[in-house]
């Protein structure tokens, strides 16, 4: 799994909070799909599904890496590993490939079948939003302040183009980009920042006070981590007959 699998997944991972409370992650899976829980809706093809939504538009990759994961499954288990499922780990498995940062994922969620392409303007959080919004919306979906700061790490290893697949792309890291660490937060310190909802977090006192933690005790960030993203895996999932487990991870069955 390359860091392109670890945009897809964290992005699902993210989406998947922020969508779920309203309605991919990050779903990929950090605050950022009722759409239905961590349920890999971000995965879903069509003129209206996420993907085509404006925060999303030609900015996710990497789905390959699930596809291929799914085929394989599918192959050897039919219907038994959800779509939703192979994000959560692929988010875990690349974490440890370009961090080293391990934690157990629990398994058995549900594939939603809803995909509404304008929940992702109203529910993922613009780049140029301040701390104590971004704060606001972590709480809302159950997710802390601390949580939130310790997972904005993840745009370590992304870069920022313009939208329309630039072929120059900004690292967002500019000390480790290519590694998931806590130097991300030492560029925060250093005024390089390249989103604004990034350095707002050392624009604000409870947030600051956090990015300074994290830098001093990196060993206990790296288990806050770990704890954020278990947290975060397991709110709001589908399971039984709220979903389902998709044969194809793009089409609902």
Not at 140 to 151: F, N, Q
Request: glycine share 8%; aromatic share 8%.
């Amino acid at each position: 799994m390359d860091s392109k699998g670890f945009k897809l997944s964290v992005v699902a991972l993210f989406a998947c909070l922020i969508l779920s409370f309203s309605s991919s992650i990050l779903a990929h899976r950090t605050p950022w799909p009722q759409i239905k829980g961590c349920d890999a809706s971000v995965l879903l093809d069509g003129p209206n599904s996420e993907k085509e939504g404006i925060p999303n538009k030609n900015s996710l990759r990497g789905f390959e890496v699930v596809d291929d994961a799914k085929a394989q499954l599918e192959a050897a288990c039919p219907g038994t590993v959800s779509c939703a499922d192979i994000l959560a780990f692929a988010a875990r498995d690349s974490s440890y490939r370009v961090g080293k940062l391990y934690y157990d994922v629990q398994a058995g969620r549900h594939d939603g079948r809803v995909f509404i392409d304008s929940e992702t303007l109203a529910n993922l959080p613009s780049p140029f939003v301040d701390a104590r919004e971004l704060v606001q919306i972590f709480s809302r979906k159950g997710m802390s302040a601390d949580e939130m700061v310790t997972l904005s790490v993840a745009h370590s290893i992304e870069a920022l183009t313009n939208g329309i697949g630039g072929s120059n792309p900004a690292n967002l890291d500019v000390l480790t980009p290519y590694k998931l660490d806590n130097i991300y937060y030492l560029a925060l310190k250093s005024q390089k920042g390249l989103l604004i909802s990034d350095q707002t977090l050392m624009a604000h006192p409870t947030t600051a006070k956090m990015v300074n933690y994290n830098v001093r005790y990196g060993s206990t960030w790296t288990k806050k981590y770990a704890a954020a993203m278990i947290h975060m895996g397991t709110l709001d999932v589908l399971r039984g007959r709220k979903g389902e487990i998709r044969r194809n991870c793009h089409f609902v069955n």
